[in-house]
């Protein structure tokens, strides 16, 4: 059974990607970005321990609940966690729902590292996102991305270049209210508290 180390997830959002798309942030990344929109994400400690099986069958929930059309998986740093990753992408790519991953590697260092899992999950990603943040060149004109060296890698058919400025060119945030009243937001350039 694979696990993973869940940050923190959506069933429903608008703005982690095309579409209405369930978001998994994973916890741990080793890149350090200075400017990073997810610091809490980044240490190496354990949040939310799950199976692959079981955040597969909560998106495959939220596809009945919210008719999601896909999901996007988010850090922290998702390749570190690609192997648990790899298994979640089969379950809901075969369901038939979109895999968009983002990355703080560039494709030449997810070549050199070979890191376990990866060859599986890209198999059933849609569309990967690489590069890391660079705060010193920000891109206030793509969705989704937060600087210019950052990249769009179409590995399927289902999604083309124009999703990178359809509907909205500029940063969104969504804002949520929970029973107990407390406030989180999701989005660019913060993410869910």
């Known amino acids: 059974m694979e696990l993973l180390n869940l940050a923190a997830w959506l069933p429903c959002t608008e703005v982690e990607g095309p579409g209405r798309r369930a978001a998994i942030w994973l916890q741990g990344c ?3 970005c200075v400017g990073c929109c997810n610091p809490e994400f980044l240490k190496f400690v354990e949040r939310n321990i799950v199976s692959a099986e079981s955040i597969a069958q909560d998106i495959l929930d939220a596809k009945r609940n ?22 979640v992408a089969e379950i809901v790519s075969d369901a038939g729902l979109s895999v968009v991953v983002f990355t703080g590697y560039t494709v030449a260092e997810i070549e050199a590292m070979q890191l376990p899992g990866v ?9 990967l996102v690489d590069g890391p943040y660079d705060a010193k060149n920000p891109d206030g004109f793509r969705n989704w991305v937060g600087s210019t060296n950052q ?16 509907h909205h ?25």
């Open 151 to 166: 990249n769009f890698i179409y590995l399927s058919e289902r999604y083309d270049q124009t999703i990178e400025h359809a």
């Open 66 to 87: 919210y008719d999601i059309e896909g999901v996007t998986f988010l850090g922290g740093e998702p390749l570190l966690q690609a192997k648990g990753l790899g298994r």
């Open 169 to 193: 060119a500029s940063r969104e945030i969504e804002w949520r209210i929970s029973a107990d009243g407390r406030i989180s937001a999701n989005g660019w350039p913060c993410t869910v508290r």
């Open 30 to 32: 080793d890149k350090r």
């Open 119 to 127: 060859d599986r999950l890209l198999r059933h990603t849609d569309l």
